[in-house]
């Protein structure tokens, strides 16, 4: 079946350190995937996506995420966190319909707390 | 240019009530999807309409429907609602990517 772990449901980091946010997914075929970002009571936003080629990719604010096939991993770094990064980070995997997007698979989130 | 619209942004319905979800997508897309997230947990698939025609289904049960208008405006309706259908409803609007809506918050008692 198809899914997607986020191991960690909670990380706290420090500002100005550097961030590892972990996703494994389960997917039959090529996957397609992204990482989102939602702060409170808001929608998401798409920080990155990965459809082919250049395996490491970079993202909006920084963010940049590889995507390693033998591993099924595709995990978002930040060299450097902000405050402003405290949020819940989104893994997804979805399908292609001819160029059309298909539905995402998320995981479960990972809240992201920042200390001064 | 504006993005995904949803309306409202919170509701509050009593259980066995019905509800209407409204969602606009970014203008020239064709496909709307839908997720229910629960708090605390990531966004799960309901429905994706292509062009007023329903692409895909999650797992979820008959009292969930929606549909897609003419101007490629979607409406997700839920029947007899239960305490378990409180969440945040997102509307997505897809042209190569996903672009997400506000959401709108329901709350069931």
């Known amino acids: 079946a198809q899914s997607v772990t986020q191991p960690d449901i909670h990380i706290t980091v420090s500002e100005g350190a550097s961030l590892e946010l972990r996703c494994n997914y389960s997917?039959?075929?090529?996957?397609?995937l992204f990482w989102y970002v939602q702060s409170p009571g808001q929608g998401l936003q798409l920080l990155l996506k990965?459809?082919?080629?250049?395996?490491l990719v970079q993202g909006i604010k920084g963010f940049e995420a590889e995507f390693k096939r033998s591993q099924s991993s595709f995990n978002l770094r930040k060299p450097s966190v902000h405050w402003s990064d405290a949020a819940e980070y989104f893994c997804a995997v979805g399908q292609n319909y001819g160029g059309s997007q298909g539905n995402l698979i998320f995981g479960k989130g990972t809240k992201l707390s920042v200390k001064p | 240019d504006a993005g995904v619209t949803q309306s409202p942004t919170h509701l509050i319905k009593t259980r066995g009530q019905q509800v209407t979800l409204r969602c606009s997508p970014i203008s020239g897309h064709k496909s709307v999807s839908w997720y229910q997230q629960v708090l605390g947990q990531g966004p799960q698939f309901i429905f994706q309409?292509?062009?007023?025609?329903?692409?895909g289904r999650g797992n979820f049960p008959d009292r969930f429907s929606a549909r897609q208008f003419p101007n490629y405006s979607s409406e997700l309706n839920v029947n007899a609602l239960l305490l378990g259908d409180s969440a945040l409803y997102l509307c997505?609007?897809?042209?190569?990517?996903?672009?997400f809506g506000p959401g709108t918050r329901l709350t069931v008692l």
């Open positions: 990965y459809f082919s080629g250049d395996t």
């Open positions: 997917y039959g075929a090529t996957p397609y």
């Open positions: 997505a609007s897809t042209q190569g990517e996903q672009f």
């Open positions: 309409y292509y062009e007023k025609e329903e692409r």
